[in-house]
C-alpha cells in the first residue's frame, strides 16, 4: 500500500494541544509534515507534548499561544509563523468554545457572537490572513464540526449554531478558493471520547451507551479523528471538496429510540 508523505509540508491547527487537534497534529507529523500548535486555555505541559512527537520520529512542533478570537492575537501568531516557515500547506480550524444554555432565558446575543468568534470566524480569517501573509491560500482547509446541526444536545444550542454556521462558510469558501487550487472541507465527528465532551456530558454517558447496545468500536478515539483529516490533506482525496464529511462509524443510522426498546425487548 501507498503511505502518505507530506516531507515539506506545513500545517497550523488551531486548539493542536490536546482532543481531536492534537490526534490531528500527530498523525500530519508522522506523515511527515512540520506541524503549527496554537493553545490558549488551561495549562499546557510543552515538553510532555513534544515527545508525543519525539515518540514518532516526527520534528518537535511550533506552539504558539494566541486566543482564536483575539485579532491582535492572531496577526502575532502570523508574524511568529513567517520567522518559521514560507507558507501553511494545511490548516485545520479545530478550536471551538461556545456558553452552555439550558433554556430560552440563558441566551444572550453577546455569547452567542462570541461563541461564533471562537468557533467559526476563525476558519475564513486565519485562511485570509495566511493568504495575505504568505501569498498564497493552503492547500487544504479543513474545519472540525459536530453531530450537533443535525441532533438536539440539552445545552448544546450554541455550539450546534456555531458549528452549522461553519459548515455553511466552508461550503463558499470552497468555491471562493477554487482558483487558488485549495480544497476546502468539513469533517463533522459524531462521538469523541475527549475531555471536553466528558466535560460537557459526564464521565458516564460512554458506560450508558454501551448498555444501550453499542458497540465499544463504535465509539470515535482522538486518533481516529486525526486520521480522518490526514487522509483530506493527504492528496489521494483532492476530489472531494465543498464537503460535509460525517466520520462516526455509523452510531448515528442506529441510535434510535426503537432500537433502544428493540434491544431492550430482547432482554426480556
Given at each position: 500500500?501507498?503511505g502518505?508523505?507530506?516531507?515539506?509540508?506545513?500545517?497550523?491547527?488551531t486548539?493542536?494541544?490536546?482532543?481531536?487537534?492534537?490526534a490531528?497534529?500527530?498523525?500530519?507529523?508522522?506523515?511527515?509534515?512540520?506541524?503549527f500548535?496554537?493553545?490558549?486555555?488551561?495549562?499546557?505541559?510543552?515538553?510532555?507534548?513534544a515527545?508525543?512527537?519525539?515518540?514518532?520520529?516526527?520534528?518537535?512542533?511550533?506552539?504558539?499561544?494566541?486566543?482564536?478570537?483575539?485579532?491582535?492575537?492572531?496577526e502575532?501568531?502570523?508574524?511568529?509563523?513567517?520567522?518559521s516557515?514560507?507558507?501553511?500547506?494545511?490548516f485545520?480550524?479545530?478550536?471551538?468554545?461556545a456558553?452552555?444554555?439550558?433554556?430560552?432565558?440563558?441566551y444572550?446575543?453577546?455569547?452567542l457572537?462570541?461563541?461564533?468568534?471562537?468557533?467559526?470566524?476563525?476558519?475564513?480569517?486565519?485562511t485570509?490572513?495566511?493568504?495575505?501573509?504568505?501569498?498564497?491560500y493552503?492547500?487544504?482547509?479543513?474545519?472540525?464540526?459536530s453531530?450537533?446541526?443535525?441532533?438536539?444536545?440539552?445545552?448544546?444550542?450554541?455550539?450546534?449554531?456555531?458549528k452549522?454556521?461553519l459548515?455553511f462558510?466552508?461550503?463558499?469558501?470552497?468555491?471562493h478558493?477554487?482558483?487558488?487550487?485549495?480544497?476546502?472541507?468539513?469533517?463533522?465527528?459524531?462521538?469523541?471520547?475527549?475531555?471536553?465532551?466528558?466535560?460537557?456530558?459526564?464521565?458516564?454517558?460512554f458506560?450508558?451507551i454501551?448498555?444501550?447496545?453499542?458497540?465499544?468500536?463504535?465509539?470515535?478515539q482522538?486518533?481516529?479523528?486525526g486520521?480522518a483529516?490526514l487522509?483530506?490533506c493527504?492528496?489521494?482525496l483532492?476530489?472531494?471538496?465543498g464537503?460535509?464529511?460525517?466520520?462516526?462509524?455509523?452510531?448515528?443510522?442506529?441510535?434510535?429510540?426503537?432500537?433502544?426498546y428493540?434491544?431492550?425487548?430482547?432482554?426480556?
Amino acid at each position: 500500500m501507498v503511505g502518505v508523505d507530506l516531507s515539506g509540508k506545513t500545517a497550523l491547527i488551531t486548539g493542536g494541544t490536546k482532543g481531536i487537534g492534537l490526534a490531528s497534529a500527530l498523525a500530519l507529523a508522522e506523515a511527515g509534515a512540520r506541524v503549527f500548535l496554537t493553545y490558549k486555555w488551561g495549562s499546557v505541559d510543552l515538553s510532555k507534548l513534544a515527545g508525543k512527537f519525539a515518540a514518532l520520529g516526527a520534528p518537535t512542533p511550533g506552539f504558539h499561544q494566541a486566543d482564536a478570537a483575539e485579532e491582535r492575537d492572531t496577526e502575532r501568531l502570523m508574524e511568529e509563523l513567517s520567522g518559521s516557515t514560507q507558507g501553511i500547506d494545511i490548516f485545520v480550524s479545530n478550536v471551538s468554545f461556545a456558553l452552555r444554555t439550558q433554556s430560552l432565558e440563558d441566551y444572550k446575543k453577546r455569547s452567542l457572537f462570541k461563541t461564533l468568534e471562537y468557533s467559526t470566524w476563525p476558519l475564513i480569517d486565519y485562511t485570509r490572513r495566511i493568504k495575505a501573509r504568505f501569498g498564497r491560500y493552503p492547500r487544504y482547509v479543513v474545519g472540525i464540526s459536530s453531530d450537533g446541526p443535525d441532533h438536539f444536545y440539552k445545552g448544546y444550542d450554541f455550539v450546534a449554531a456555531a458549528k452549522a454556521l461553519l459548515e455553511f462558510f466552508s461550503r463558499y469558501l470552497s468555491v471562493h478558493l477554487l482558483a487558488e487550487g485549495s480544497r476546502v472541507n468539513v469533517l463533522r465527528f459524531g462521538t469523541v471520547d475527549t475531555e471536553s465532551f466528558r466535560a460537557i456530558f459526564g464521565q458516564e454517558f460512554f458506560s450508558f451507551i454501551r448498555k444501550q447496545g453499542a458497540a465499544g468500536g463504535m465509539i470515535l478515539q482522538p486518533q481516529d479523528c486525526g486520521k480522518a483529516v490526514l487522509a483530506l490533506c493527504s492528496g489521494w482525496l483532492d476530489a472531494v471538496n465543498g464537503q460535509i464529511i460525517s466520520v462516526d462509524y455509523g452510531l448515528p443510522f442506529q441510535d434510535n429510540s426503537m432500537m433502544r426498546y428493540l434491544n431492550q425487548m430482547e432482554k426480556e
